[in-house]
């Protein structure tokens, strides 16, 4: 196989010299054989930002198969200080599989093997590459599932390291509260393994929470055991329309506040309701609406349904239709989940670019008033989707990425969200991630001292900064 | 006020030089008066292991009252090499507040201001010295509690550092769960606060998580944003005996199997049974029996109780029987909380030493089976309680601290425990953290490798090791 490296496309700031990168693409490819890749095409789709963020692309790409051939790939790029980029599904949203500064980036797709699953532990072990939606096929018939689920069928890996969450995050957690243990490779290409599987542990350092949300910047995850939840005995979910965005947020939050355990609590606004009425044939009322889901017993999501009708009545909320026909149910989750792809025929041509904050709840109704008077204002077309039992919602700004006016003026209105997000306490992102595209709001977010801390870790872990740099820390 | 330093016990390894702990307390001296103890029975007071480990009092115990007298001490430490241990209640049981190397103890517990409460956010913000209680006291009016429980009534900087939990953890999760974020002190005096108070953030190093548990080995914790729940409109609660240890273990394993969400379910064997027959004036029949309480609404709570007594009685559980009433439930868990107290008599003159031990739900029934066994086999007094629903037992083991014999036994006894729980791939403890106490177990628990990451971590951000050192890391 040629090991020659084409030339990197001359967006990428400061690339590492051509002969070291060579040596390690030279010494890898006896081993990886046709498994590694520099071919333009390749690199590139590597490194799909799916945002304004340049394309810089890895020098070369392997596709490992196991914890040895990531030990393998680090120690080679640690002996020459080649950055090294994991790579799960490439859905991340902030740039986190760029690579500003070349390098191999280590595809791990292919390690996508349940390992285990212990149904009477309510967890399992699965490779990196194992994506959302596979795992729950597998689960199916042990009648359990995985309830994190970020819009994307993402890898575990890439979900855990950008510390994803999703529609259910209000009831189940984000991927901090159900990943229980997981084995990287470091830096020094040792590797290491977090936690035992007990379900809580108070001993030592939590290195499992460490790696949950560190983008890859510390080291490569090469498996983790997860926490399972049963599948609910009867679902029953529902729509409710508002005559305001404040009021549908202060429906969410005397939901919350009530404890009415409420699975999922979704606001999408007008406008992102038109969209989906338009994209997945529905018939909703164009107005803020809350898309609701109940997790339990079938007395119990009567019940809770009941009392959330009530609720959403203080506030206006029309009529709240519910159900438990699980094909009415799927046909409004659907539609929620392809939200991003109907909001894309509202401008034909426009790229559709996600971003997210998270605030405390009382601040919600604030933050999500003042964006949308925002996007009034700068005339923009951007749809609001939110997991709003967690104070956390996106915007999905339509941009015509030939148009450089109109690129300037989505990247200000997402910078002034990300400034209302931390002046009303919240921060630069709920799910996504920083990557790239949220450093430049970290020292805002944190403070020097914090960030100072973050760096003397990262230093610490990775003294050649050769794990996924230039992401996470200014 | 005196600044000589009278001598620490002969038990004492590797003190520091007196000379710059002398400078230390001569420059803190001025600042903090009468709050700069020297006086050996406060020091020995601060160093109360609740242990066999020996008494290693620190040279003076401060009596810091902001963030700023944190600061102070930590820098003037800092200048001289001198340790600093912190200090809330001197509740934890593996010795995490001796100190070793001699040094200064800071006492936060005239830091005990509820800082804020946000009931629309379900959070509040506390000084590290406010207890449990005292937290709980503040909040009824407001309709909400934190749900985390130790035995003791410790302080919440504590409860963080050791990450704790207690009953409730299996419904509403430890310490790890229930902090939103926290300010500490590091080693250079710098004040990192590590989050916002959004419920949740993807926005880096997860250094809320990392502090939890460090029990002061990073950092002094000097304000925490915590996680707080609506106290639960009907409460049931009850008993239930069972014909073997196992048989009530597998009750456990399939109640959460089941998803019910039961709030709390502890194991309690006819050991403790007795004891606390004796102590509460109970008269609970003397076999291996369950306390179980659910949280939730009026039908809701209906319909869980009905559910655990049919799953109880497929393991021969007898005649579940449990109420709303909050007067018989109170005089229930009181004697719950009292079995540290409730063991004392079975032994007189003995101590009781707890420790704990957290395995996979599903090797539950092994770890207390073959424990028990040992017990008896060991002609051991060592009742066992737990916080069963999360794989976390306890043993109280009774021993006579003049007998050297004895705690000759009662250590083997512990250490085989430990070693039983890892072999079953659980934890060295569950809930009481590392200490001085299972600093030996870390290397089987972790791996090289991982202890060298949790190193590479504290002597990252302390590298002078002043900070609660000869804790956690062997």
Not at 118 to 133: I, S
Not at 283 to 293: M, R
Not at 379 to 393: Q, T
Request: hydrophobic residues 40%.
């Amino acid at each position: 196989m040629e090991t020659t490296v084409e030339a990197r496309p001359a967006t990428q700031a400061a690339p590492v010299p051509a002969g070291p990168v060579q040596e390690v693409i030279a010494s890898l490819s006896a081993h990886f054989g046709e498994r590694l890749a520099i071919g333009r095409a390749i690199r590139e789709q590597h490194a799909n930002t799916i945002t304004w963020l340049a394309n810089e692309a890895p020098d070369a790409v392997v596709f490992v198969e196991s914890t040895e051939e990531v030990q393998l790939v680090v120690r080679a790029c640690a002996r020459h200080g080649v950055p090294v980029i994991a790579f799960g599904t490439g859905t991340s949203l902030e740039g986190q599989i760029n690579a500003p500064q070349g390098g191999i980036c280590v595809d791990v797709s292919r390690m996508n093997r349940v390992l285990s699953v212990h149904p009477e532990d309510l967890d399992c072990v699965v490779e990196p590459g194992v994506t959302r939606k596979q795992l729950n096929e597998h689960l199916r018939d042990a009648g359990l599932f995985f309830p994190i689920d970020p819009g994307a069928d993402a890898s575990l890996g890439g979900m855990a390291s950008t510390r994803a969450s999703g529609t259910n995050a209000v009831r189940y957690g984000t991927m901090k509260d159900n990943v229980i243990a997981l084995t990287a490779v470091l830096a020094n290409g040792e590797v290491i393994t977090t936690a035992r599987r007990a379900r809580k542990s108070a001993a030592g350092y939590d290195l499992t929470r460490l790696f949950v949300g560190a983008e890859g910047t510390l080291g490569i995850i090469t498996s983790l055991t997860l926490r399972l939840a049963g599948i609910p005995e009867a679902i029953s979910g529902g729509v409710c329309a508002f005559p305001t965005i404040r009021a549908a947020c202060d429906a969410v939050i005397l939901t919350i506040q009530s404890g009415l355990p409420v699975a999922r609590i979704e606001l999408l606004d007008e406008v992102q309701v038109r969209a989906c009425n338009a994209y997945s044939k529905l018939d909703l009322a164009e107005q803020p609406t809350l898309f609701v889901e109940f997790h339990g017993t079938e007395a119990s999501v009567y019940e809770q349904s009941e009392r959330f009708s009530e609720i959403a009545a203080e506030y206006g909320g029309g009529g709240f239709r519910w159900t438990t026909r699980p094909e009415e149910r799927t046909r409004l989750w659907q539609a929620r989940h392809d939200a991003y792809w109907a909001c894309l025929p509202l401008k034909p041509g426009a790229k559709a670019l996600a971003t997210d904050v998270c605030v405390p709840l009382s601040r919600l109704a604030d933050c999500v008033d003042e964006t949308k008077r925002d996007i009034e204002e700068m005339g923009m077309l951007a749809p609001i989707v939110g997991h709003v039992g967690d104070g956390n919602f996106h915007t999905v700004t339509l941009v015509d990425m030939n148009d450089p006016q109109d690129v300037a003026k989505a990247k200000d209105f997402i910078s002034r969200m990300v400034k209302r997000s931390l002046a009303m306490g919240g921060t630069a992102t709920g799910e996504h991630g920083v990557g790239q595209g949220k450093r430049g709001y970290m020292e805002a977010e944190h403070g020097g001292a914090t960030l100072d801390a973050m760096r003397a870790i990262k230093q610490a872990l990775d003294p050649q900064n050769i794990m996924n740099p230039g992401k996470i820390l200014p």
